[in-house]
């Protein structure tokens, strides 16, 4: 069965950084398209992150260039997502997403994992 596990989140202060991580099970992670996802509260979902089967990636908010990362070790089955110099408007669950087929472009995906809460707070 194909599973995403997310963890890595919890409170940080502004300014501080926490690295995500996302294991994959049941399949190998590096056949496919992987990005981040993240949803605010009172918010909608948006993307973050995207890195294809190839290596490259992809950067869907303008608000985290120069931040954040995205990087993957095929070896553990693992993709990271690196935040830098974080924000209170950064505070979402943070979503890991896979797809076997579609590219970063797309933005659609259609594996999910249970999200992880990132607080970024004082």
Same mark, same amino acid.
């Given at each position: 069965? *194909?599973q995403l596990?997310?963890? /890595?989140?919890g409170?940080?202060? $502004? %300014?501080?950084?926490?690295?995500?991580?996302?294991?994959? #099970?049941?399949f190998t *992670?590096?056949?496919?398209?992987? /990005?981040?996802f993240r949803q605010? $509260? %009172?918010k909608?979902?948006?993307?973050v992150?995207?890195? #294809?089967?190839?290596?490259?990636?992809?950067?869907?908010?303008?608000?985290?260039?120069g931040?954040?990362?995205?990087?993957?070790?095929?070896?553990?089955?693992?993709?990271?997502?690196?935040?830098?110099?974080?924000?209170?408007?950064d505070t979402a669950i943070?979503?890991?997403?896979?797809?076997r087929?579609?590219?970063?472009?797309s933005?659609?995906f259609d594996?999910?994992?249970?999200?992880?809460?990132?607080t970024?707070?004082?």
């Open positions: 069965q *194909l596990v997310e963890s /890595g989140g409170l940080v202060q $502004p %300014g501080g950084s926490l690295r995500l991580s996302c294991a994959a #099970s049941g *992670l590096e056949d496919y398209t992987i /990005g981040w605010a $509260p %009172g909608e979902r948006e993307g992150l995207c890195i #294809s089967s190839s290596g490259r990636t992809i950067n869907y908010v303008d608000s985290v260039k931040r954040f990362t995205i990087s993957r070790d095929n070896a553990k089955n693992t993709v990271y997502l690196q935040m830098n110099s974080l924000k209170p408007e943070y979503y890991c997403v896979a797809d087929f579609r590219l970063c472009v933005r659609k594996y999910w994992g249970q999200g992880t809460q990132v970024v707070s004082s």
